[in-house]
């Protein structure tokens, strides 16, 4: 691993822990540290959606977590975290497909995912939302 790789992994070990001690901003400036130095960390972009979610950034978190799902279109959490921000944004055919594709990726996200998407097919208002 080289010095620039271990910098970056140090950086998104101290977000984790600035996220888990609820210093969301102090993670959200770590993780831009390490995007700035691999802006190609799929790794990076997800955990500061987290962050920026718990800020109330629904605009930042939506575009780190399509980013991270650009960068790495395996990254089934990324998916189900969109899924959720984009039923708060009431954009309910996306968030349907997002919630599927993580479900398909990682079947063991159902049962996190599929109250979500099952609200959005028929929710307590009897809305339908058509697949794209």
């Not at 159902?110 to 697949?131: A, F, H, K, M, W």
């Amino acid at each position: 691993m080289t010095t620039h790789a271990k910098e970056v992994e140090l950086l998104l070990a101290e977000a984790k822990q600035n996220g888990l001690a609820k210093d969301f901003q102090t993670a959200i400036e770590s993780l831009n540290q390490a995007i700035a130095l691999d802006p190609q960390n799929a790794r990076a972009y997800h955990p500061r959606g987290w962050a920026r979610a718990h800020l109330g950034d629904i605009e930042g978190e939506l575009a780190d977590w399509s980013k991270a799902i650009e960068l790495d279109p395996t990254l089934d959490e990324a998916y189900a975290d969109r899924a959720v921000a984009r039923t708060a944004t009431r954009d309910y055919s996306n968030a349907l497909i997002d919630g599927e594709k993580a479900i398909e990726l990682n079947p063991d996200l159902e049962s996190t995912i599929e109250p979500v998407v099952r609200g959005l097919v028929s929710g307590p208002d009897n809305r339908q939302t058509e697949r794209t």
